[in-house]
């Protein structure tokens, strides 16, 4: 299977920052990594596929960035409705996805 | 308005058994390959099952294989999981799920799960 590894686990960040948050693959996946935002007590949300196309109503200020092994999600002016939970998802091995552990975004 | 509705979630002792259930509508059932992914509480996301529109191709995570089964009923576009020999370890917010599948740049396709229901919760206590 392979691993999916996001760091930081949780940050602390004020309205108005810009955010980044890490997902490194155990092996080369190409492209094929999405990006999830979840809030308490709600389904996750699709906000990125395909390493860098953000999902259709999704915020600009969401983006998404890298191949191979290493990528990241940037929220630029974090907004308040952007405190979450976020995982990263490979989908390189179809259908055995595998998740990051997610990345909590606190206010500071 | 889209929209996946899931049920049959509830307490069931170890070793028993559960059906859940997710209704779709809003879009074309038949058309989309769907997914279970459960999250335990307080933990991460993990996908568990998914099962092609016309039934021919079902996936599952291998901790599930042998014990649920995943199947789906066009005609009512609806979506199930039947977990059979439970353990305290399923217990998690089951989540029904659309995949998407886009066709990209060079012929690539690219899934991910772009909708999903708002859970139900599976306890397995005794």
């Known amino acids: 299977d392979i691993q999916m590894t996001q760091s930081p686990s949780s940050l602390s960040a004020s309205v108005g920052d810009r955010v980044t948050i890490s997902c490194r693959a155990s092996q080369i996946i190409g492209n094929y990594l999405n990006w999830y935002q979840q809030k308490p007590g709600k389904a996750p949300k699709l906000l990125i596929y395909?390493?860098?196309t953000l999902q259709s109503g999704v915020p600009s200020r969401f983006s998404g960035g890298g191949s191979g092994t290493d990528f990241t999600l940037t929220i630029s002016g974090l907004q308040p409705e952007d405190f979450a939970t976020y995982y990263c998802q490979q989908s390189y091995i179809t259908p055995s996805w595998t998740f990051g552990q997610g990345t909590k975004v606190e206010i500071k | 308005e889209m929209q996946l509705v899931e049920s049959g979630g509830g307490l069931v002792q170890p070793g028993g058994s559960l059906r859940l259930s997710c209704a779709a509508s809003?879009?074309?059932?038949?058309?989309?390959?769907m997914s279970w992914v459960r999250q335990a509480p307080g933990k991460g996301l993990e996908w568990v099952a998914n099962?092609?529109?016309?039934?021919?191709?079902?996936h599952y995570v291998d901790s599930v294989k042998g014990r649920f089964t995943i199947s789906r009923d066009n005609a009512k576009s609806s979506l199930y999981l039947q977990m059979n020999s439970v353990r305290g370890d399923d217990t998690a917010v089951y989540y029904c799920?659309?995949?998407?599948?886009?066709?990209?740049?060079?012929?690539?396709?690219?899934?991910?799960?772009?909708?999903w229901g708002q859970g139900t919760l599976v306890t397995v206590s005794s």
């Open positions: 099962i092609k529109q016309d039934d021919s191709e079902k």
């Open positions: 395909a390493a860098s």
């Open positions: 809003g879009f074309s059932f038949s058309g989309y390959w």
């Open positions: 799920a659309r995949v998407s599948v886009v066709l990209m740049l060079y012929a690539s396709t690219h899934q991910s799960l772009d909708f």
